[in-house]
């Protein structure tokens, strides 16, 4: 299992972790350095009882690239036969760099079918995860273009996944267990005329009686009365609202994805509608931050009824906002790229410590 035993009421709980030495570029960082997921030596103990052709690596966040290089390191001397095809966000974003951790192949973007292999186009392989909880994605991508997100970079376009593959994988997960199923989705709410609302209608019909979350956040410009009830009805428990800041420039300048009064009737909305728990998300650390204000953003999310949580920005190669702080950035090293990192540097603990000690307060 992927996660500790230790969980709360919605099935999340930390992930296991084993601390490790810290890396020289985050020397000047005050925190642990650990990995997570699974100790290596399960890893390793696999690799030495099955035999293995072709191994496929991903990652999704740039800086977890120290992990990739111990996956394919642990392949080369266990398996030195097998081909090592590495691929996902990680390698997309910072090709030159993936291609420096010796695979035998990169794989940018999203299409596999270059490579040739017999990959199928059946329901995911959940049986080797943890059963009582599971993701699902119903859709693919985003219209918006936030100048801090990556997500554009990775799904040049939005785009529907077909409504019966998405109702099998979510039959699936109850029949293996489920209760909690988390949506990944980038943009669940746009165009939920014709993906959401029918998805959710389906879900009704089939009574899985399985609870819902909203990890990834929702934009709160796209919901509605209707919507809102669906969603309480079909069994949503956490709605996360991607906020990010109250500053009406900010806002304006990095996208305008949703706008104050757009987000103050969204929770009042979604509390009409019966919604219990309501996170906004509002974003730390970003290169604007004096423009942005964290602790106005905090004050604004609080003063509507929601939690708030923050969210630390990461400077990723290739968005806008990742890109105006490569002056004083080496973002080459992806650890530079490290979200806690980048905003201790930028702010400092001491700010750090006092914004997150305002939004815990928001709880
Ligand atoms: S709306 Fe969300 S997912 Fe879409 S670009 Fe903006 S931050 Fe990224």
Known sequence: HLVSRKRDAFGRGRFDQQLVSRPVPLADIPRRFYRFGRPREDFRRLL?????DIVLVQTVMTYWYVGVREVVDDVRELQPHAKVILGGVYATLCPAHAASLGADQVVRGLDLKPLGLPLSEGLPFWEGADREVGVLKITEGCPFRCTYCSVPLIYPNFAARPLDVCLEELRHLARLGARHVAFYDDALLFKADRILLPFLEA????????SFHTPNALN???VTPELARLM???GFKTFFLGFESSAYAWQRKTGGKVYSQEFADAVRTLRQAGAG????YVIIGHPDSEEQNVEA???FAAEQGTRVMLSEFAPIPGTPDGESCRASTDLCEPLNHNKTAFT???LGEETVNRLKGLARGTA
């Open 48 to 52: 030495l009882e099955q035999k293995f």
């Open 203 to 210: 879900i009704l019909r089939e009574n899985l009686n399985l």
């Open 220 to 222: 709160a410009r796209f």
């Open 232 to 234: 309480v009805r079909a």
């Open 277 to 280: 728990l309501i996170t906004a």
């Open 297 to 299: 953003s905090i004050r």
């Open 344 to 346: 201790l540097r930028l």
